[in-house]
């Protein structure tokens, strides 16, 4: 999936990765995509959370050996 | 649609107890929130200027897991379940806890105080100290970071009262 910014947050625990993220959003303009990758089991409901909260867009959200993606669309 | 509001009270003083307020509201203030924390009695020592004092103690803490945050697996499961007397006795016993402390959260990727504090202010989550208890513990505004509000109970209802989440800690 193409996206315009990522945020390696592997290693990082609640609520650093959803803090970065937010940063990071915050440099994007509407309908760029983040691309995120975390370690914390906890940031797969926390994105979905921070998504549907904030009215940015989970795209997707996927999990391979233990690491996560997300890919965020920005409002 | 009206931005939400968090008002929390922080009574504790401890780097354990640090946590619950400045984790929340940096989390509420990403999902948009306003947030405000107001700070009184031992709840204080989260916004001086110094945070070196925090510590935590397993005196008198039955749920706190004792666990060394270096060596081999087999070490680190261990639980080291120290009798209260004998906690007592050991001096230096709660800065050693407090150092193994700090070593695990930073082990798990978890933020420390000051990171947490900083991302707080700079998502301008406000600050209020409790004017009566800063008076009571002798501190002056000068111990407290800059940006800091002072103000009682009314200040806290100001604010609280239009608040869709309040939460003492």
Not at chain 1, 40 to 59: I, R, Y
Not at chain 2, 108 to 135: D, W, Y
């Amino acid at each position: 999936m193409n996206f315009d910014k990522d945020l390696d947050a592997r290693g990082l625990n609640c609520p650093l990765p959803i803090l970065r993220a937010k940063k990071t959003l915050n440099e994007l303009t509407t309908g760029q995509v983040l691309k995120i990758l975390a370690t914390d089991p906890g940031s797969v409901k926390d994105f979905s959370a921070f998504a549907k909260q904030t009215g940015n867009e989970l795209l997707t959200s996927s999990e391979a050996g233990g690491e996560y993606t997300f890919f965020i669309k920005k409002k | 649609m009206e931005e939400k509001k968090l008002a929390i009270i922080a009574t504790k003083g401890t780097l354990d107890w640090a946590y619950p307020p400045y984790i929340l509201a940096s989390t509420a203030a990403a999902l948009g929130y306003e947030v405000q924390i107001f700070f009184t009695f031992y709840g204080l020592q989260l916004v001086r200027k110094d945070l070196s004092g925090l510590r935590v103690s397993p005196i008198g803490n039955p749920g706190m897991p004792m666990k060394m945050p270096f060596g081999p697996k087999w070490f680190r499961g261990i639980n080291w379940n120290i009798p209260n007397a004998i906690q007592c006795l050991i001096p230096g016993y709660e800065t050693l806890a407090t150092s193994l402390m700090k070593q695990t959260i930073a082990n798990n990727g978890v933020a420390s105080i000051p990171e947490l504090r900083e991302l707080c202010q700079e998502a301008e989550v406000k600050f209020i100290a409790c004017q009566m208890t800063v008076e009571l513990f002798g501190f002056s505004h000068s111990d407290f970071i800059d940006g800091m509000e002072f103000g009682g109970a009314a200040t806290f209802f100001e604010f609280a009262g239009e608040s869709d989440v309040c939460l003492y800690i």
